[in-house]
């Protein structure tokens, strides 16, 4: 099977994690970061013609673009020696996959990645007229559990997919970034809309 870019930013993120002691949650939200930041790290607009999309990142959270991997990368500001909550923005050539068996690989992939993965949610919506879904797991791995949120796009070349992870004490508190981000994609180019 195919193992897709979704699954392999999970696993590098929550593996990078899984090293770092967790910390009561004011330690996360009050302590500064200690790494060097891009001139733009903290303009919240990235926009990409190449990929065809503008997003508006929450404010004051970092922004790293091509990270990991991903198109862009948002990091609340944390300590950097826990978790720290994030939204990522990736994509992938669909090749000879369609939006079904993407969203049943990923399905599966976490559960095959993450021995103790729960899907807690699902649904399916539209982004800017195109078919989408929202997956909500519960993943742990080595004493670290995730909360995460992820919403495929299905594009006529590729499938976007959009990643929110936090822990379980983050998620509700951070989890309305991720949806105002979600609100301010806009997809751009010839394939704009469905």
Known sequence: MIKNILVAGLLVVTLTACNKKQVPQETLVDAPNTFELPADALE????????????????????????????????????????QENISIAREVKGDLNFEDYVAGTIAQAGEVFAESEITAQSDMKISGRTAKKLR???????????????????????MVL????????FSNSYEAFANLTESLQLVGPDAEG
Do not use: C, H
Request: glycine share 10%.
């Open 163 to 170: 990643t929110f992870m936090a822990t379980p004490g983050q």
């Open 44 to 83: 919240p607009v990235f926009e990409s013609v190449d990929y065809g999309f503008r997003v508006k990142g929450p404010k004051g959270w970092v922004k790293k673009a091509d990270n990991l991997g991903m198109l862009v990368t948002y990091l609340k500001p944390g300590n950097p020696e826990t978790f």
């Open 137 to 159: 797991f519960v993943l742990t791995t080595e004493g670290l559990t995730l909360e995460t949120e992820q919403i495929i796009i299905d594009r006529p070349n590729e499938f």
